[in-house]
Nanobody
Framework: QVQLMESGGGLVQAGGSLRLSCAAS????????MGWYRQAPGKQRELVAT???????NYADSVKGRFTISRDNAKNTVYLQMTSLKPEDTAVYYC????????????????WGQGTQVTVSS
């Protein structure tokens, strides 16, 4: 079983910064993709920033220039450094993982973290 452990959410004033962390553990052979999504009240879940196994990154247009995703491959951990936060960034942030779990199988598995609340006050 794979688990995603998220941390770093909280309450911050507009213009402030937060750093989210997500550590994957369990039966992981290799990570295919890992990153962050978010869901604000009344809105669909959207991609925020992700890594592929090759190191390519994708960012939502709304966070480009403000958020930076990074990773520590040895720890199966990704980070999201969020700066210049805006009230519209308020959402539950979910860690996402796509991985191979077994050396003998190319099947890809998808996992979500439990979500961590980020609230930006004005």
């Amino acid at each position: 079983q794979v688990q995603l452990m998220e941390s770093g959410g909280g309450l911050v004033q507009a213009g402030g910064s937060l750093r989210l962390s997500c550590a994957a553990s369990g039966s992981i052979f290799s990570i295919n993709a890992m990153g962050w999504y978010r869901q604000a009240p009344g809105k669909q879940r959207e991609l925020v920033a992700t890594f592929t196994s090759g190191g390519d990154t994708n960012y939502a247009d709304s966070v480009k220039g403000r958020f930076t995703i990074s990773r520590d491959n040895a720890k199966n951990t990704v980070y999201l450094q969020m700066t210049s936060l805006k009230p519209e960034d308020t959402a539950v942030y979910y860690c996402y993982l796509r991985c191979r779990q077994y050396s003998g199988s190319y099947d890809l598995y998808h996992y979500w973290g439990q979500g961590t609340q980020v609230t930006v006050s004005s």
